[in-house]
């Protein structure tokens, strides 16, 4: 089942701290930690599934109804969706993975897998969840890489050798505009610096960015949504992340940003690769 022993799944409830799960699977050590923050209620959800070494972080759109439900409900299917295909073996299904294979598995998994969130999104946009939407930023190895997919501003990144790269680029308008060469204004910033430009849920199809990228030996990997990376330097992360136990990292840095003034929800999965 998606709730399985293997796998946490986070939503972090309005208490003082989250409850973070440490766990060590395939010599991949993994934290999460989700906290509600200064919102009344949390719209962001976790998960790390150490058995299929997939891990996720998904931010309920705010100003709509529904955030928490679509964030669940987009990583539920995103996971079932990984899990059905990543172990089949017979029948129709395994004739779809070997398409996937075809076309460059395991980048078209976690592609599928997104698309499979966002129609399973869609469906439940009945009544007050009818403009319901979600981010999704997702991690998976397999074949001695790393696999990134993202939809919207939620962010992946990897510790490597002090420095922290990010491997995602938000789809957002103030991304968007700045990739342009527009010169926004502080003001700018701040105002246009919650509108996405693609999340699942919303009208037409989903279009994850995926990309595939290298793993070398100590790699710390963070997922997060932007209640984190809003508010924390890159440089501070990169700080806890390598000067903190993995096995304290995520929660640190959650409440970290929250300490740093973040009005929003506060996510975060850290995954280390062995030394």
Known sequence: MYKSAAMRFDSARPAT??????RVASRLTTRTASITGRRKANEDAVFADDALRLYAVADGLGGRPGGATASHVALGAFWRAVSTLGRA???VVADLYADLAQRGRPEALLEHAARCAHRAVRRGQIGPLA??????????FAEGAAVVAHVGDSRVYRRRAGKITP??????LVSELTALGTVLTAAQRESYGHIVTRALGVRGEAEPTVRRVDV?????????????????????????????????AAEQLVWDAFAAGSEDNVSAVVVRAPD
Do not use: K, N, Q, Y
């Not at 403009?131 to 998976?140: I, R």
């Not at 491997?167 to 957002?172: F, G, R, V």
């Open 17 to 22: 701290r989250s409850a973070p799960s440490e």
């Open 89 to 91: 073996e017979s029948g």
């Open 131 to 140: 403009e319901m939407g979600t981010t999704l930023a997702a991690l998976h």
């Open 167 to 172: 491997l995602t680029d938000d789809h957002s």
């Open 216 to 248: 070398a030996r100590g790699d710390v990997f963070l997922l997060c949504t932007d209640g984190l990376h809003g508010v924390l330097p890159d440089a501070r992360i990169a700080s806890i992340l390598g000067e903190t136990l993995p096995e304290r």
